[in-house]
């Protein structure tokens, strides 16, 4: 066994990495010699304990084995494993193509291996999430990814070489850049996703620190896609759910009349002074307070639809606190368990 290492100055650690060369020669038992890089950490002979038969006919003995020697009568035997599931794979079409047959094997190299690491995480040991308790065979398995490349295509170009193929470069330009787009939009929020801002800085943002107002007030993705579907410019003019004043514009996704933002500036039938109609529509601690509301709530506030007026300030005030006292009480109600739970459990 010989044993040479190679050490680099540490002027760049990048391109120059330290590592140990490790040449085994078998000669005693064959003539097969290994080269090795960083696999034999150290270089020492050992004595395996063998056996054989049982009860007195039973022999044990030991063998002077190295640590290079035990790693490959470990491990040779794996590529007749993958060779025979490189042949179940069953990937193959007659061309004249000679490049083909390369291609085809390392796919179906791919799928082994594929294969291989599903059952590692199917095992559980990486992952307790990831654990099943019955993996599939490698058969549905390979079923399942000839499912997922018969949908995929390389018009979206969402993988690295996509551009480059025949069906990609034959589109137009509008829908080469359309699909460039959407590429370039997912892989962007995916990297911003990721150690984009620190907690520091969120709490910074979400509460009112250092004399500052806050800057974040919610997800409002849910909102966002209200004001997006606002349908306005309508000929008929239909009554406002919030203020009760005639309006020509409505949400696309609750179909029903409401005074767009900023529409206190209109002329013609502007809403009452102070009022979002928009906004108080599908804010949770207005629910109650609108004109079609007005019939949920008690007192001769809520009668008639013909006397509602727009709530002022003061009522708005206070109902903000009543919404929020019976969130809570809707929220202390989902945690304690029922009584048929309580029951069982005495």
Known sequence: MAVKAFKFPNTDPTLHKNYARVHVSFQSTSSCNISTVNAVSEVKADVHKKERGQGRTKCTWGIKIKDARDLYLQTYGQIDTIDHQIQNCGLFYRTKKYWHSPMLHGKAFAIVIAYD?????????????????????????????????????????????????????QQNAANRASSCSLTNSSASSSVECIDNVSKAQLMDASHNTHSQKAQLVGNLDQFTKHLDSIITGKKHATICVVCGVPASASCGICKVALHPPASNRAKKNPPPAGSNCFVDYNNTHFYGLAKCDCALISGDYGKHKANYKYPNARCKQVQSPYIKRLEQEQMESASLPSDSTNQASV
Request: glycine share 6%; net charge neutral; proline share 6%.
């Open 117 to 169: 690491m599903y059952l590692e995480c199917a095992e559980g040991h990486l992952d307790e999430l990831w654990k099943v308790d019955k993996p599939v065979d490698f058969w549905t398995f390979r079923e399942k990814l000839s499912f997922g490349m018969l949908q995929c295509s390389p018009k979206a170009r969402k993988y690295p070489g996509d551009a480059k193929m025949c069906i990609a470069t």
